[in-house]
């Protein structure tokens, strides 16, 4: 009998390395922090880990500026480090994906300093996208940064260079044999030295047309490429339709060669998710066709109101979507890169939604942290780092909120992370979410994320379809309960602010609210509620 492989409707807990747990007392999580936690890592019963970067880098987008993609950074540890990192993880059963980040490479990678240094027109500078400025000395389009200001950067003899995201990360030129090249050594050498696979940042940019035909409104898509902006969804839709540089058709051929790479390696069962941000949604299912990676990000949870029509329609069309060229969706209601889903919904909804996400079919994704339902952190401003805040002039708040580090154990700040200061501040309020208090508490929702973790692998087979039984469509409950089964198992939550009247049979296996509530005989779903009923 062949088993599927381990990646179909894996559970995926997100670390970032910066804020997990630091061993050396310098304020910032590293390599040996990880390892030490990885027990506890198992113990919540997911499959895997993907770690957020940690290569040699100036950490001016925290680590997603990467100046040797094949050697660890100091401030996480060293090469040995990884490599203990990555055996402790498969002694446990855990797989291990890392982050790789082909758009671009910070401007202290070698090849961007010789770039700095050769003549425009060379081949140093062939490798990313140098260009003359126009006659009166102005960029080479009217491109608009996603961290805010010009996509363009000066050098001093006149040309600019290309950069989506922070200056000091320059896009890589992928029409270059070197770029290729480069980027399946390090594929080789992370694969090499064990890891399982890859998650792909903004693996929908690296193919750029038209790098000097403006655009007819950079600052309308700006704006609507922020989730946190406020526009018309007609109008939303419309610009991001309009992306000049993001989905391009060369991006396909790139995984399907780098597919080709995972594949060599056999047995070792190799997967890839894409990062990639595109519209319309059915665009995202070509990056998970049969040749190419094999999961994509579905980034619709993490904006999603806690409304039934609005997660009905995203939920059922990823699904559908998905099944359309034979891939599970992914589900993700928190990253390194959005506010935590228990600041942005609330507590309860959060914690609701998670159990609901958790018995669909497909890979969970969970942001390290959501298993304790940390809010963002409460930051002043002088403590924010990331670049859209000082890009922005701090009109965008940015993402520091949701990478405060992890309250491990003790009652005051910083709960053990650091024997140091902390790279942020952790809320003295955060000592109820700390691991070792919920470790004690039969109740927390620590303990409710690793049961539902053991009667998900238990009860939910993979690949195996739902049935919807309430939504807003087909309903009868006002569009306040959304229900599915998947085989033995009924989900049901109640998204509505009043407690519901629900009609099912069998015993509740698990619930969002205090189990002191469940009883086989439930009749009254509470507010914003999800419970698992056993049949
Ligand atoms: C997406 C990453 O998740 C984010 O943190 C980063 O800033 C951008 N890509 C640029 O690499
Ligand atoms: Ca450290």
Known sequence: MTSLPWWKEAVIYQIYPRSFFDTNGDG????????????????????AIWLSPFYTSPN???????ADPRDVDPRFGSLNDAKALIHRAHELNLKVLADIVPN?????????????????????????H?????????PPNNWISLFGGPSWTQVPDGQYYLHLFDSSQPDLNWDNADVKEDFEKTLRFWLDLGVDGFRIDVAHGLVKEDILKNHHDPQGLSNALRLDYPMEPDERNELLLSVPYFDRQGVHEIYRSWRNIFDSYGDREI????????????????????DELHQVFNFDLLTAPFEAAHLFEVINRSIELNASVNALPTWALSNHDSPRVASRIGDQPSCALALFVLALPGSNYIFAGQELGLPDGELQDNDRQDPSFVRSGGLVKGRDGA????????????????????????????????????EKDAESILNLFRRALSIRRENLLVGQNIQWLESPLHGTKGGSILAFKRGSITVVMNVSDS???IELAGNVVLASFSSMQVNTAIKLLPARSCIWISN
């Open 28 to 47: 910032e999580g590293d390599l040996p922090g990880i390892t030490s936690k990885l027990e506890y890592v198992q113990q919540l019963g997911v499959d």
């Open 403 to 438: 990478r405060v580090p992890l309250p491990w154990s003790g009652d005051s700040t910083p709960f053990g992370f650091t024997a140091g200061t902390p790279w942020l501040p952790l809320s003295q309020s955060w000592q109820p979410y700390t691991v070792e208090n919920q």
């Open 130 to 138: 140098f260009y003359d400025a126009h006659l009166d000395g102005t």
């Open 104 to 128: 671009h490479f910070s401007d202290q990678h070698k090849w961007f300093q010789a770039a700095l240094h050769a003549a425009p027109g060379s081949a140093e500078r062939a490798r990313f």
């Open 60 to 66: 001016k987008d925290g680590g997603y500026d990467v």
């Open 271 to 290: 997967m890839a998710v894409a990062e990639a941000w595109v519209h319309p949604p059915i665009n995202a299912t070509k990056y998970v066709r049969a």
């Open 499 to 501: 407690e519901n009247v």
